[in-house]
């Protein structure tokens, strides 16, 4: 066991700038989660503390050691690979073995190790199989198998459970979480679906584009997104984003094409600057409801059902908001003129999650108030969070 | 491949099927014509080699021709089996040695000239052994290897080693990457990795280029002419070229001599045979 040091980490693949700085600090024993669209350098960042990639710039420890000069097998990690390369002439028992006894461990240790993790696996009725008589689900565990018997300092998946149906991904996923919990390894799990980010990591990495959006756990990035990006990306659907202007004189609004929202006392300090300026207003869909609101904060909003799905347990409603219910305040009215244009031309529709029972159909026109509470505003320019 | 090819015939109309099977019919006979000739002239006695009859076992057939070429001492036929075998089989040995870290190297890494050289490795391939005769003639002398079982084992490797490279490129390509990153990681170096995952598995590849490189070996004529002057160092091919007297050729021997010697060959292709079929296909497709 062992914790992991990124330092400025860069990758390029010739002129291709891939990983452009990282700066990463994964605690011994945590299980983190790496998880970004596809292409953004997840893959890369795993080969590279693996040794299968030579870094560009930067640094990589590995407890105190630094690993950058050193062949994958003097890194004492095992990684799981998303096509589980399983070796296919070999059986179940030797794929497993494999890694022990190039190591020189003795036989009869071999063997108590691999039947001690067949047996955590449920693989024992499988060891005298060939990969290819074997369940993509059964794979998968012998990979993970491959990995655990060599008792290494990190673990490294990448998307391991890609491959498998949405049933057997929740059951492998609980399962992994259990192993983690029993064997206490640091682990870096690679993926791209935020469900398994969500429920796997202690800690979840967000990547894009070869950069660190935000570090932190699940509810830290679902909660506290560091920027639009994180914010859009973790979430599904996906948080709404509103064009909007910060107007008023102590009282500061949010002015959409459509329609205006008043800015909770609290967040005014954090606005102030923004004043008359664009910002992206954000609201996730389960913060949306139905209803009258109160009429001073919670301002109703008018909007018009444009698609309706129906999923057991909730609905998700596809809203978009009619044009003209817009009062600008005078002071800043000629100010707000040119740039509100601009705003009217983008159309203002959004997705709400809402009761089952709700009574609303496809065309009516219904009232939905926002939760300001849980909304977020990020800068036009640099997306950074403001609140 | 057979398989997929009977599998695709089954959705055809009974026309094209009947037609397909015709012409398979037609070329089976064409190429089994001759050979079973050359059974029937071996079986016949000597006074009737030039018979016209035409059914395939003689009525007075004999085993008289097999016997003059399998124990007659003047005949040598051991010793031409010994030769060629020996020839062959150190051919296909160092072939196979050679080409597989040679396809290795193509396959996975990358290296200035990797592309020319492999261009330049095929086009080898289109100058027919007749042509290089000559220079391959000079080299040996130079290098007193006239006479010598190396010198032509030298000259068979130079056809068999090119071919074998790209079959075996071709082959290691289909091979996934992940599997050698995996061994890496689980303690092998680049060269462990290559030994215990990579050969292993590329059995069928290694199998064939064995199989082709043996058969360059096996049947090969002009250069062996030209190479070897001494009778007891003849192979096959050179050997049964001396049952052709100058006015008079004993052809029930001669055809005897011939099926006795595809019979290593047959025995080859059948051991080797399903692997030629999956084999070939697997290093075709790349992917
Ligand atoms: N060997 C390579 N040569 C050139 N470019 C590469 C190489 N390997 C990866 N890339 C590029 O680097 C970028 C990041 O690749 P990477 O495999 O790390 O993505 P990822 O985040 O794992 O994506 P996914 O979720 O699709 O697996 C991609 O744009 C890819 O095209
Ligand atoms: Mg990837």
Redesign the pocket.
């Known amino acids: 066991m062992a914790e992991v040091r990124l330092v400025n980490l860069a990758k390029a693949f010739g002129p291709v700038q891939i990983l452009k700085g990282i700066d990463l600090t994964i605690p011994d024993g945590e299980f983190v989660v790496l998880l970004g669209p596809s292409g953004c350098g997840?893959?890369t960042t795993l080969r590279l503390i693996a040794g299968l990639e030579e870094a560009t710039s930067g640094e990589i420890f590995i407890g105190e050691r630094k690993v950058n000069d050193l062949p994958p097998k003097e890194r004492d990690i095992a990684m799981v690979f998303?096509s589980y390369a399983l070796y296919p002439h070999m059986t179940v028992f030797d794929n497993m073995a494999f890694g022990l006894r190039l190591h020189g461990v003795r036989r009869e240790e071999v063997d108590r190790r691999v039947m001690e993790a067949a047996e955590m696996l449920e693989l024992t009725p499988l060891l005298a199989r060939k990969p290819r008589a074997l369940s993509g689900g059964q794979r998968q565990r012998v990979a993970v198998g491959r990995a655990i018997v060599r008792n290494p300092k990190v673990f490294l998946m990448?998307?391991p459970l890609s491959n498998l149906d949405a049933k057997l991904r929740v059951q492998t996923r609980v399962e992994l979480s259990k192993l983690h919990m029993k064997l206490g390894v640091t682990t870096i799990y690679?993926t791209h679906d935020q469900m398994e980010a969500m429920t796997l990591g202690n800690l979840v990495v967000i990547m894009n584009q070869g950069i660190i959006q935000q570090m932190g756990t699940p509810s830290d990035v679902y909660d506290r997104p560091a920027n639009k990006f994180v914010a859009g990306f973790v979430g599904s659907p996906p948080m709404n984003f509103f064009p909007a202007l910060v107007d008023g004189e102590e009282e500061l609004f949010f002015q959409m094409a459509s329609f205006r929202l008043p800015v909770l006392p609290e967040r005014c300090a954090a606005l102030a600057p923004y004043r008359g300026k664009d910002v992206v207003f954000g609201i996730r869909p389960e913060d949306i409801n139905m209803g009258g609101g109160d009429g001073a904060v919670h301002i109703p909003v008018t909007a018009k059902v444009d698609v309706l799905e129906l999923l057991g347990a909730e609905i998700f409603l596809y809203l978009s908001s009619p044009e003209g219910i817009f009062v600008a305040s005078s002071a800043s009215q000629k100010l707000l003129s040119q740039k509100f244009l601009k705003l009217k031309a983008t159309a203002v529709s959004f997705i709400a999650r809402v009761d089952p029972s709700t009574p609303a159909k496809e065309g009516d026109s219904v009232q939905v108030v926002f939760n300001l509470g849980r909304s977020h505003a990020f800068d036009a320019d640099s997306e950074r969070a403001i609140y | 491949m057979a398989g997929t090819f009977f599998k695709r015939a089954k959705g055809d109309s009974s026309f094209k099927r009947l037609l397909i099977n015709l012409i398979l019919i037609v070329a089976c006979a064409a190429a089994l014509y001759p050979v079973l000739r050359v059974i029937t002239v071996s079986l016949r006695p000597s006074g009737s080699v030039f018979s016209m009859d035409l059914s395939l076992i003689p009525p007075d057939a004999t085993l008289a021709s097999y016997q003059s070429i399998l124990f007659d001492p003047k005949v040598g036929f051991w010793t031409w089996i010994g030769n060629s075998l020996m020839v062959s089989v150190i051919t296909a040995m160092v072939a196979l040695i050679l080409a597989a870290p040679a396809a290795y190297a193509f396959s996975r890494f990358k290296f200035a000239g990797k592309q020319p050289g492999l261009i330049f490795l095929l086009v080898t391939q289109f100058f027919p052994a007749t042509m290089l005769l000559l220079p391959l003639y000079m080299m040996l002398i130079q290098l007193s290897l006239i006479n010598n079982f190396w010198g032509l084992i030298l000259c068979y490797m130079s056809i068999a080693l090119p071919f074998s490279i790209w079959i075996l490129k071709g082959y290691f390509d289909t091979i996934p990457n992940d599997l050698e990153e995996a061994a890496y990681i689980d303690g092998t170096t680049p060269l462990g990795a290559f030994f215990r995952v990579i050969l292993p598995l590329s059995t069928p590849a290694l199998s064939i280029t064995a199989l082709f490189s043996f058969m360059t070996a096996w049947s090969e004529f002009i250069i062996a002419r030209v190479v070897l002057q001494k009778q007891a160092l003849f192979t096959w091919p050179l050997g049964t070229v001396t049952l052709q007297g100058a006015y008079y050729t004993n052809w029930g021997p001669f055809s005897a001599a011939a099926v006795l010697i595809s019979i290593p060959v047959v025995i080859l292709f059948l051991l080797t045979s399903k692997y030629l079929v999956s084999g070939l296909t697997l290093g075709a497709v790349k992917g």
């Open positions: 997840k893959t998303q990448d998307e690679v």
